[in-house]
């Protein structure tokens, strides 16, 4: 595997890790 394809790959689950958090909170805040 190319180093490029690694820290591609885990700069994309650093944002994924980073993104979970928030959805549940905007959905309860729309939800009120």
Do not use: D
């Not at 190319?2 to 993104?19: E, K, R």
Request: aromatic content about 10%.
């Amino acid at each position: 595997m190319p180093a490029i394809l690694i820290h591609a790959t885990g700069h994309w689950l650093s944002l994924l890790l980073c993104y979970e958090p928030r959805f549940p909170r905007e959905i309860e805040e729309a939800g009120r």
